[in-house]
Every structure is written in C-alpha cells, then in structure tokens.
C-alpha cells in the first residue's frame, strides 16, 4: 500500500521530524521487526530518560518498544526554541548497523 507524500522514497522506510519546546516530550512506539536511526538537528533530547543527543548526534535504535523522546535543551531556530530531530523507522536487519563502534 502506497501513501500519497510530498516526498516519496522507494524503499521501506518511514521518516518523521519533530521540533520540541524545552521539556515537551513525544512518543513512538517501535514495532517488532523494525529499528530506527535518530539526529538531533538542534538542541538536546533524552531518550527513554537514559542516553542523550546533542546536536549533530545520531544514533541506532534496535529492539521493539516505545520510545520517548524529551527536549532537555533547546536553539532559536525561525521556529522559536526548539529541540529539532528526525527519525527514521526500517526493516530491522538483523546484524546490520554500523561495525566500526563497539
């Protein structure tokens, strides 16, 4: 099944992006079978009140769940200040991800 997007991208991925004001949170939950890639754009998120982001950070997210994503510093950005992240859910392949970081 195909969602009508204004950007598509032929491969089985979703991409979210949210902006966060100092202390807001969000949520999503990672179904079995799926991982997730996070970059912080702007300011600073925690996730699952444990590891932390800071802008330009990244990160791989594997195993199914919920994940919670809270704003612990934000930027002015045109947007007012924010915490600006993208998120982008896939297959979960497993032994895939970087090798390079143990």
């Not at 004001?21 to 009140?49: D, F, H, W």
């Not at 800071?54 to 045109?78: F, M, P, S, Y």
Request: hydrophobic share 30%; charged share 25%; aromatic share 2%.
């Amino acid at each position: 099944t195909s969602t009508s997007t204004p950007v598509e991208i032929n491969q089985d991925c979703n991409v979210y992006a949210t902006e966060l004001q100092l202390g807001s949170k969000v949520s999503l939950e990672i179904p079995t079978g799926r991982q997730a890639y996070m970059l912080c754009i702007e300011g600073q998120v925690r996730i699952n009140n444990d590891n932390e982001l800071k802008r330009h950070d990244g990160c791989e997210i594997t195993g199914n769940g919920l994940l919670e994503i809270e704003a612990t510093d934000v930027e002015e950005t045109d947007n007012g200040k924010v915490a600006h992240i993208l998120l982008f859910t896939m297959k979960a392949v497993p032994g895939g991800g970087r090798k390079d970081i143990p």
